[in-house]
């Protein structure tokens, strides 16, 4: 009886506190095409700590996925543009709503060229950031983030 009681309970603490969301690199390779995607150290040169940083297989960042408490996703989606002297040095992260991802998705930043994906679904949020070659082009495009986000969001 004490047993079952406490695989209740466990079962009810794990509805109650979902685990964060996470990417493998295999799921970035699935999702990309790119090969040798590897987990790098936050102190290599390009990674944002708190973030974890994959590379591909010449070393090179090509994308930072960022698990965020649910509650902070509306803060995200919120967030201003970054200004200096009254010069925009950052644009705000929201662009637009992307439809069929999670309880909620956006893409970011606000301008011409979107290069981030965050999805919000129940407890748990993740953010998707591609890098930007010296092109300004994207490394891993909407259409993969969406595809990987996809991926995340089934786990969660």
């Known amino acids: 009886m004490i ?21 493998t690199p295999a799921d970035i390779e699935k999702a990309t095409g790119l090969t040798g995607v590897h987990l790098v150290p936050a102190t290599a040169p390009g990674s944002v700590p708190g973030r974890d940083n994959y590379a591909d297989a010449s070393g090179k960042l090509v994308l930072w996925f960022q698990s965020i408490p649910g509650p902070l996703f509306a803060r995200a989606k919120a967030q201003p543009a970054k200004t ?18 999670g309880d909620e998705a956006f893409d970011s930043p606000d301008g011409k060229v979107q290069h981030a994906l965050y999805v919000h679904k129940g407890d748990s949020a993740f953010g998707l950031i591609s890098n ?20 995340i969001v089934s786990r969660m």
Not at 137 to 143: A, D, I
Request: a positive charge; aromatic letters at 4%; glycine letters at 6%.
């Open 3 to 23: 047993r079952t009681v406490v695989v209740a309970l466990a079962l009810a603490s794990a509805a109650v506190f979902a685990a964060p969301a996470t990417v």
């Open 132 to 151: 930007v070659g010296v092109s300004g082009k994207p490394v891993v495009s909407m259409e993969q983030l969406k595809a990987l986000a996809k991926t």
């Open 84 to 101: 200096m002297s009254g010069i925009e040095v950052e644009p705000k992260l929201y662009h637009a709503a992307v439809a069929g991802l």
